[in-house]
Nanobody, 119 residues
């Protein structure tokens, strides 16, 4: 079981930056791949990116590639997403989620944090 809590959301102007954090409880954090997704009003949830258990491999959606960077600190049970060059279309609620090695999908989700980018 992994509990996840996102933080770091807020309001920023286009072109600005934010860093979101995903803090996890549970002793098995390092055995889970962590993903970030987002959901804008009236739209379906969209995959943003994910990071491997050891932090040596990341995957990004084309819409954020080159602007967002996901990292993790397993000693702190925390995953980060550094978001640069933000655009108005990045406005959404951002969620982190955890997937164990044996699972086919992300079983554990945080409550989300709001990011608002104004142009």
């Amino acid at each position: 079981q992994v509990q996840l809590v996102e933080s770091g959301g807020g309001s920023v102007q286009a072109g600005g930056s934010l860093r979101l954090s995903c803090a996890a409880s549970g002793r098995t954090f390092s055995s889970h791949r962590i993903g970030w997704s987002r959901q804008a009003p009236g739209k379906e949830r969209e995959f943003v990116g994910s990071i491997s258990r050891g932090g040596d491999s990341t995957v990004y959606a084309d819409s954020v590639k080159g602007r967002f960077t996901i990292s993790r600190d397993n000693a702190k049970n925390t995953v980060y997403v550094q978001m640069n060059s933000l655009k108005s279309e990045d406005t959404a609620v951002y969620y982190c989620a955890a997937r164990s090695v044996a699972a086919s999908g992300y079983a554990f989700w945080g409550q989300g944090t709001q990011v608002t980018v104004s142009s």
